[in-house]
Each structure stands twice: as structure tokens, then as C-alpha cells.
């Protein structure tokens, strides 16, 4: 004890980092969260071969997600073993015999190397949910938060592992988006910013790193880009048609911004602005639009509800 306390602050965090997951050593992961990210991310675990636990809070949401998942799987084998319907079938069986599903997370959570969360966009729950588990998993246990707007250091500073925790943020459709960004907050060590890096490149993704800086990289470019589209329409200057047709055929973008934010969710392109907005109010990309809460208050959420910008015929 005497020893310890003469130790400097820096040397004791070097200290606790040494027991977390090595570099290239995350085998067994969690995925707190089966809607549309949680259940993309375990189902790309399972495909790349790592055992996985899909956790979410009854076992009636998580048969909707093994259902997805198991649907998302037949289309990659589809594609991946186009001519060879064997080896695509035992690409399935073998991804789906590395997932389970639980409503808790007690029983994986000893051994476990990573845990990914991909709950809803709210900092309380989110905070709450890693103080429960914080005070189970096992030292080495990794930490990581798929949010795509909230501050990874407020999510953090709800656990003790401030050295083990990290952003790992994901893109819709997990199976078909290639890239993974994998985000530091000034605690994150050394060794866990790499061992996130390594885990990103076993799934098979392509990784790029960042601070803790509002929407990371993509969604500090892509918000303000597709608020800019919505500015535009509201001055009058074009049609959202013809946005999104310039868009795509002009800069090459696979949906223009109004078909990407009717996919996401008009609710959660507002939630993340708003958000912003009450952080940086002096900062006029992140301003709110007429337009944009006229739809989301009229219930008009996109894709989800049948109408956003575009209308949709319901499945
Ligand atoms: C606006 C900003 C707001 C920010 C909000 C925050 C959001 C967040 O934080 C960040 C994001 O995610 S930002 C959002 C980032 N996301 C983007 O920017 C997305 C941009 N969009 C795209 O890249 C394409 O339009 C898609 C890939 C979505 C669809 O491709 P398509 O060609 O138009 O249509 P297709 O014919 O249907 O699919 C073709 C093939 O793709 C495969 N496949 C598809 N889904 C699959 C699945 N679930 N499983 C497995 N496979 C799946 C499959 O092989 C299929 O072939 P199949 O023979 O039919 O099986
Ligand atoms: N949708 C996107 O395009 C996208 C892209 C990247 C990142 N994200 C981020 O990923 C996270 C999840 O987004 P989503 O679109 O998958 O949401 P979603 O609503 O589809 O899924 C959230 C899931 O969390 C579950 N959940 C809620 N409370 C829980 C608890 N206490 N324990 C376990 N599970 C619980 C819900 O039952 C639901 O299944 C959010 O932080 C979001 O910002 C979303």
C-alpha cells in the first residue's frame, strides 16, 4: 500500500491499463443493444469470427434482432459466395453459431473482452447502463459507445475504466458500411486505442481515428451538410428532388441529403442538431430549421413512419 501511494498518477493508470485486452486479443464481445446498429454490429462480430453476445431489455426485441440479423447474414453469404451455395451456408451456420442472445449481460460479462453499446441516443441511460456494468466486468474489459452525437468522455465518466473506454462508431448498414471510427478521450490509453484499432480491422473494417469532438468525422461533415440542403429548400433556391439528384450525380454521394436523412430518421438528425445547438449556440452550422421541426413535431420521421421529406409506401 505504502509502495502504491508513493507511485506518480500517470504510473498507476499505466499500471491498471496493463491488464486490458491485448492488441488483436478481443475474442469475446458484448453488444448492449438490438435495434438497427446493435444488431449490424453482433451480426459482424459473429461473421469475423468472434464470440458474441447481443443483450437487449426482452427476449421479444431480441427475436426481432436474431431475425434481422439472420436475414442481413443470407444476403452477405448471397453476395460473398456468389456460385457456391454450400460454402455460403456454412458461412451462415458458423456466424450464427458464434451469437447469443441474453436480457442480461451477468453471465458474459465475466469473461468478456469488449463491450460495445448501441442503446438509444440518451446520455443517462447510457451513463446508467455502464455504471451497472462497470461495477461487474472484469478488469481487462474493454468499453466502447456507438453514439453518433453524444460526447464519449460524458458516457465515460460515469465507470472507473477511464484508460479502457473508447468511441466505436459504426455506420448504417453495418454490413455494407466499410468504415469504423474509433474514438480517444484523453484517458483512453495507449494500449486499449490500439486494441480497439485491431478489433476494427478483424471485423473486416476500414479505420479511422478521432477525438472526442462533436459527431466525430463523418457526422460533423454530414449534419451540417445536409442542414445546409434543408437552409436551401426553406430559402426556396431548389427542390429537395433536385438537391438530391445534384448530389448524387454531381458529387457522387450514393443518396442525396434529404433520401439519407429520410433513412436515418428525421427525429434523430434532429435530436443530434438540437443537441449541438444547446452545447454551441454561437455556431451557425448547427442552427435549428422551421422546416425540419415542422416535420418531426407532424410526427413525419422518414422511412420509419411512411413519410419524411419523401413519402413511402408501407411495407
Ligand atoms: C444525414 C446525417 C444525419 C446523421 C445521423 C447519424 C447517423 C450515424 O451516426 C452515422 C450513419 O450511419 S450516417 C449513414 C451512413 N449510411 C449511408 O450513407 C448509406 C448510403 N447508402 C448506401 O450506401 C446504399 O444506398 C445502401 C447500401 C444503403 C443500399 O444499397 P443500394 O444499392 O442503394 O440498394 P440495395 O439493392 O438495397 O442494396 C445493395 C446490396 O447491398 C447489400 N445490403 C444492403 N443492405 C444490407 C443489409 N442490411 N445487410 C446485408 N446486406 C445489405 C446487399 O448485398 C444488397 O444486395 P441484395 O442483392 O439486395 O441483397
Ligand atoms: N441509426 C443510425 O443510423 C445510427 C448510426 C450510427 C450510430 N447510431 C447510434 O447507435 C445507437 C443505437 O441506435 P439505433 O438506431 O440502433 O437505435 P434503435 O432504437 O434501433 O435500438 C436501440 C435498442 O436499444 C435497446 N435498449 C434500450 N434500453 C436498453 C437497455 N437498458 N439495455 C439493453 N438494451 C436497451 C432497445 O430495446 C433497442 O432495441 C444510438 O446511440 C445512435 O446514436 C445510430
Sequence with gaps: MAFVSQLSASTVRHLSTTSVARAGQIHEMI????????????????????KVTLVD?????????????????????????????????????SALANLQIATQPHAALATADLVVEAVVENLELKRKIF?????????????????????????????????????????????????LEVIRIPETSDATFQAMLDWGQAMKK?????????GFIVNRILVPTMMEAVRMVERGDASTRDVDTAMKLGAGHPMGPFELADYVGLDTVKFILDGWHAKYPDQPLFKPSDMLNQLVDSGKFGIKSGEGFYKYEKK
Excluded: W
Design 31 to 50: 453488444v448492449i443493444g438490438g435495434g438497427l446498429m446493435g444488431a449490424g454490429i453482433a451480426q459482424v462480430g459473429a461473421q469475423t469470427g468472434h
Design 57 to 93: 431489455l426482452n427476449q421479444e426485441v431480441l427475436d426481432r434482432s436474431q431475425a434481422r440479423i439472420q436475414a442481413s447474414i443470407q444476403r452477405v453469404a448471397k453476395k460473398q459466395f456468389q456460385g457456391d451455395p454450400s460454402a455460403g451456408e456454412t458461412f451462415v451456420q
Design 131 to 179: 455504471q451497472e456494468y462497470d461495477a461487474i466486468a472484469p478488469a481487462k474489459t474493454i468499453f466502447a459507445s456507438n453514439t453518433s452525437s453524444l460526447p464519449i468522455g460524458d458516457i465515460a465518466t460515469a465507470t472507473q475504466r477511464l484508460d479502457r473506454f473508447g468511441g466505436l462508431h459504426f455506420f448504417n448498414p453495418v454490413p455494407v458500411m466499410k468504415l
Design 206 to 214: 476500414t479505420t479511422v481515428k478521432c477525438q472526442d469532438t462533436p
